[in-house]
């Protein structure tokens, strides 16, 4: 299992739960996963992107519920973000617990990307999936999305007793037949086949108060993600925030190393060296990388050979296919074949 793409259990546990399934489905949800209902409880188990997918997929298939993702947002709590939730409870206001939100998303989970933008009057709140989980499983990364954008309203209407009004929200995805609960919970109409998933505020509401805002708190948990991740940090090494680097900015084309770079902040020789020194370079990273998506990608029976060899960056299907038999022993066909 990649280290690189995880979410925490509780953010699994809310899922599973929300789906208001009964003790049976439950057991056939968690086990589409691979984990009994009892390992539901431990806050620190971390879920790969497979097992991901394939809970919410199974939680989708067994509650029938056409609208999961919106409904089990507007149920959720910060409590499932753990210390970062805590940190959300007790900041000065919302656009503060927004900025933690986005400086600590990867203390529970390395398959989302949550950042802000204040544009005008406007705060701009995206709400992406990485590429590749969109990649594989299309359906449960909207769902996904559905999950933040209520989640994130019930959250701050529970942080603040302030219901707030929205002023656009955006999918990447295509239009759903019925979008009435979009509307009730959003209280305006969303649109499709955006560039992006964003919900857009008024930077007037963002000076709410949060109700439990307590300073000292609030430096305390502080102190204790920032120790977290620094632990992360030191454990690992630059190679490792290339990698972070690299998975955040796949898109729909494998990232190059000038672009990273800049990203980084770095020259591209500044960056290799950097990597020299580390003993490894930025294509044995890439290609570590490659390895890791396209054993994930060919999950995704919806994607061809080809289509995948594009998405990491060959010009060549053969060439990909060589590389993978180079990685793996044995043919990207034959690999699916033996998944399916």
């Known amino acids: 299992m990649s280290t690189d793409f995880w979410v925490s259990m509780p953010i699994i546990r809310n899922i599973v ?4 399934a009964s003790t049976a489905q439950i057991e056939s949800i968690c086990w589409a996963g691979g984990i009994t209902p009892q390992e ?18 199974a939680a989708l298939t067994i509650s029938g519920k056409r609208n999961m993702g919106l409904e089990i947002g507007k149920k959720t709590t910060s409590v499932v973000l753990g210390i970062t939730g805590h940190l959300m409870q007790t900041s ?3 656009l503060t617990a927004l900025e933690s939100l986005q400086q600590f998303t990867a203390a529970f989970t390395r398959l989302y990307n949550f950042y802000i933008e204040v544009k005008d009057q406007d705060l701009y ?3 992406e999936p990485l590429q590749v989980w969109n990649d594989i499983s299309p359906e449960t990364a909207r769902h996904s999305v559905d999950m933040a954008y209520a989640g994130t309203l019930h959250v701050l209407y529970l942080l603040t ?7 656009k929200v ?24 955006e560039t992006c998933n964003c919900m857009v505020f008024s930077m007037a509401d963002m000076k709410t108060t949060v109700i439990g805002y307590n300073k000292e708190l609030n430096e305390v948990f502080k102190a204790l993600l920032e120790k977290e991740m620094d632990k992360e940090r030191s454990v690992a090494d630059f190679s490792a925030e290339v990698r972070q680097s690299i998975l955040k900015h796949f898109n729909y084309t494998f990232p190059q190393l000038e672009e990273i770079a800049a990203h980084l902040r770095l020259t591209p020789r ?20 490659k390895h890791e998506l396209a054993c994930s990608l060919l999950r995704s029976e919806k994607l061809t050979i080809a289509q995948i060899s594009y998405k990491l960056g060959y010009t060549e299907p053969s060439t990909f296919q060589r590389a993978f038999r180079e990685w793996t022993g044995t043919s990207p066909n034959a690999y699916r074949k033996a998944l399916i």
């Open 40 to 57: 539901l409880e431990d806050a620190g188990y971390r879920l790969s992107l497979e097992q991901n997918c394939a809970i919410m997929e």
């Open 125 to 127: 709140y995206y709400c």
């Open 170 to 193: 955006m999918y990447r995805y295509s239009r759903v037949s019925d979008t009435s609960l979009h509307e009730q919970l959003f209280k305006c109409r969303p649109t499709f086949n």
């Open 17 to 20: 739960l929300g789906t208001e």
């Open 161 to 167: 007793g302030k219901l707030f009004s929205l002023k």
């Open 270 to 289: 500044t960056l290799q060296r950097k990597l020299k020194i580390e003993n490894t370079s930025f294509r044995v990273l890439s290609d570590n990388i």
């Open 92 to 94: 000065k206001d919302v």
